[in-house]
T-cell receptor, first 115, second 113 residues
Framework: EAGVAQSPRYKIIEKRQSVAFWCNPISGHATLYWYQQILGQGPKLLIQFQNNGVVDDSQLPKDRFSAERLKGVDSTLKIQPAKLEDSAVYLC?????????????FGSGTRLTVV | KQEVTQIPAALSVPEGENLVLNCSFTDSAIYNLQWFRQDPGKGLTSLLLIQSSQREQTSGRLNASLDKSSGRSTLYIAASQPGDSATYLCAGQNTGTASKLTFGTGTRLQVTL
C-alpha cells in the first residue's frame, strides 16, 4: 500500500509571498487532514476533510490560509501572504474513516521556511 | 478542551536499557490514543493505537498502556537500541470531535552506545 504523498519536501519563501502544498492520501481513505507542526511543538490540526467536504477548519487562519480537496482525493493547502510565524512543517494525514478507529497515516511533510 | 502533556521532554539512556515514556491527558472522554515516532526532518510513523475499550497494545519491543480513569498512557520500550533514537509523540482522539487528534509536545529520546 502506497503511503501518503506530499510535495514539495522543502520550501523557502520570503514573507508576503504565496506558497502551495500538495497531498495525495492513501487510496480509498475518505478523511484527509492538514496539520501544522512548529519546531518543538506537537502537530496542530488546521483542517479536516471528509471526502471533499470540510469537517473542521476551526483552527485554520482563514485570512491567509485556504485548502481544497477536489473530487475527494488530492488536496492542496495554500498560504497567501505568508508570515514569518508560518515557518513550520506541514503534515498531511489520511484515515479510512472519519472516526479514525483504524488510526492515521502521515506523509513525510513539507518544511516551510519564511524569511 | 483536551490537553496532552508528555514527560520528560528529553531522555538519554544507554543501549540495552528498558524505558518508559509518559503521556497524560485532561479529558477522559477519549476515543483512542495513538503513539507516533518522528525522526528528524521526517513525518510521523504510527507505532501503536489503543482503543478506549483496550488497556494495552504490544508490538515487538514496544508496549503501550492506557488508563482512562487516571488520564495516563505509557509507552514502554524494552532493550533500547540506538535506532530507537527519535521523538515520540502521543495523541488522543476524543469522542465527538470528528476524529481530531490532540498531540503532546513529544519526548526526544537518545539511546547511546
Amino acid at each position: 500500500e502506497a503511503g501518503v504523498a506530499q510535495s514539495p519536501r522543502y520550501k523557502i519563501i520570503e514573507k508576503r509571498q504565496s506558497v502551495a502544498f500538495w497531498c495525495n492520501p492513501i487510496s480509498g481513505h475518505a478523511t484527509l487532514y492538514w496539520y501544522q507542526q512548529i519546531l518543538g511543538q506537537g502537530p496542530k490540526l488546521l483542517i479536516q476533510f471528509q471526502n471533499n467536504g470540510v469537517v473542521d477548519d476551526s483552527q485554520l487562519p482563514k485570512d491567509r490560509f485556504s485548502a481544497e480537496r477536489l473530487k475527494g482525493v488530492d488536496s492542496t493547502l495554500k498560504i497567501q501572504p505568508a508570515k514569518l510565524e508560518d515557518s513550520a512543517v506541514y503534515l498531511c494525514a489520511s484515515s479510512l474513516e472519519a472516526a479514525g478507529s483504524n488510526g492515521y497515516t502521515f506523509g513525510s511533510g513539507t518544511r516551510l521556511t519564511v524569511v | 478542551k483536551q490537553e496532552v502533556t508528555q514527560i520528560p521532554a528529553a531522555l538519554s539512556v544507554p543501549e540495552g536499557e528498558n524505558l518508559v515514556l509518559n503521556c497524560s491527558f485532561t479529558d477522559s472522554a477519549i476515543y483512542n490514543l495513538q503513539w507516533f515516532r518522528q525522526d528528524p526532518g521526517k513525518g510521523l510513523t504510527s507505532l501503536l493505537l489503543i482503543q478506549s475499550s483496550q488497556r494495552e497494545q504490544t508490538s515487538g519491543r514496544l508496549n503501550a498502556s492506557l488508563d482512562k480513569s487516571s488520564g495516563r498512557s505509557t509507552l514502554y520500550i524494552a532493550a533500547s537500541q540506538p535506532g530507537d533514537s527519535a521523538t515520540y509523540l502521543c495523541a488522543g482522539q476524543n469522542t465527538g470531535t470528528a476524529s481530531k487528534l490532540t498531540f503532546g509536545t513529544g519526548t526526544r529520546l537518545q539511546v547511546t552506545l
